[in-house]
């Protein structure tokens, strides 16, 4: 049982996706198993019915970052394809040739991704590629590689990464013959330390980091956008200090409904050096007027705020009278939109750049929507209303009108 990998693996993105694919590509976290999924693929390719029987596959490439990586990681490392065979099928390992060798004849060859034209010649009825996000000439190594898979009825490749935008796995994702696995770090649990996720999770918290390299999640960064996770990022932090001023900006939907708009609302704070502190994304998304009217009052007083800000573009006097309906004496001011979006965030874009603004914990969709929020951004993602919300807090704030003497501990 402990060489039956089909038994044991985790069913999900470990487990090769039926169809005609050429590409297989296993996104997932920093642990979460995929050089183990890796190992496992390449010997059911070569392996036969008895150890010196031939497999499905013979003529095999072996691709990471670097020689080393391929040999201490995907080779030889604990979850490498020696590690995973049983004594009468484990390849031998010919260093002089940097070359896999079975007992039935099978081969697999490393190659180092910093030389891609080492991929020259050489063919292929299979291929396994590990961390390709990492890697530096990673379109010429895939594109070298590619040529060269083309022994057998239907060559094949897998990759196994932690995802990072880069422009070859955007391509590989966008290609039609590649099918995508994936799993965060969390799903091979069983097989990590204990204390591990929850000492990730204490220091990484929801950031971008940690949803790309242990959510396994593949992020963007739309070109031009005005914010940039990195950035986000370095300016995070667990706790604000004393806080001068706060408010609750909101950004109306014009309608309700499952496939509305979301009504965008922001709390933020500043404090006596005049660095805007983001509290909390209170968004809902299909309320009702009156619902959202009713959190914003909520959160006014949960957050013993000094204002609401709301847009008044859409809903007029309306906003005002939901709002006053609810509580008439709340501090409350309408502000209406004579510019476009794009040119109404840039102030408060570059206010991040200087670093006046700064997150408190992390706030995953409204960071996701800043990240595509640019000249670039896709049309088809809807109103950009969390970044809208976020825009008049921080503009609000950084005008500094009426602001109070008493300071409040978040």
């Not at 014009?254 to 050096?273: F, L, N």
């Not at 009278?321 to 209406?336: C, F, K, M, N, W």
């Amino acid at each position: 049982m402990r060489w039956t990998f089909e038994v044991w693996r985790l069913a999900g993105h470990q487990s090769p996706p039926p169809g005609g694919w050429r590409t297989w590509v296993i996104l997932g976290g920093r642990g979460a198993g995929k050089t183990r999924a890796g190992a496992e693929w390449v010997r059911s390719l070569v392996e036969g019915g008895t150890p010196l029987a031939a497999g499905a596959r013979s003529r095999l490439a072996l691709v990471g970052e670097t020689f080393d990586q391929v040999r201490e990681v995907m080779i030889e490392g604990p979850s490498g394809i020696r590690a995973c065979s049983p004594p009468d099928r484990r390849p031998e390992w010919v260093a002089t040739r940097r070359l896999l060798r079975w007992p039935n004849g099978a081969e697999a060859q490393a190659f180092s991704a910093s030389q891609p034209e080492a991929l020259r010649g050489p063919q292929f009825d299979a291929a396994w590629c590990d961390e390709l996000a990492k890697w530096r000439r990673g379109a010429a190594t895939w594109d070298n590689l590619g040529l060269g898979l083309r022994l057998g009825e239907a060559p094949q490749a897998l990759v196994t990464t932690t995802p990072r935008r880069t422009p070859l796995l955007k391509r590989l994702l966008e290609a039609g013959d590649t099918v995508v696995t994936r799993a965060p770090t969390e799903a091979n649990a069983a097989n990590l330390a204990p204390e591990f996720l929850a000492a990730m999770e204490r220091q990484f918290g929801q950031t971008g980091f940690a949803r790309q390299e242990l959510g396994g999640e593949l992020l963007d960064d739309v070109e031009g956008a005005l914010w940039s996770r990195a950035a986000l990022d370095a300016g995070r932090a667990a706790k604000a200090p004393p806080l001068a001023r706060i408010v609750v900006a909101v950004d109306p939907a014009a309608t309700s409904g499952a496939s509305a708009d979301s009504c965008g609302m922001v709390v933020a704070g500043i404090c006596a050096e005049g660095v805007v502190w983001v509290l909390a994304d209170l968004t809902v998304q299909g309320a009702a007027p009156l619902a959202w009217a009713r959190r914003a009052v909520d959160a006014y007083h949960e957050w013993q705020a000094d204002r609401v800000v709301a847009e008044v573009n859409q809903g007029g006097e309306m906003v005002e009278a939901l709002i006053r309906q609810l509580d008439p004496e709340i501090a409350y001011t309408g502000v209406s939109a004579s510019r476009g979006k794009l040119a109404r965030a840039e102030p408060a874009a570059m206010a991040y750049e200087r670093g006046l603004v700064r997150h408190v914990g992390s706030f995953p969709q409204l960071e996701d929507q800043m990240c595509a929020f640019g000249p670039k951004r896709d049309p088809r993602e809807g109103s950009p209303d969390r970044v809208d919300a976020l825009v008049w807090a921080v503009t609000e704030l950084r005008k500094g009108e009426d602001a109070r003497p008493r300071v409040r501990r978040i």
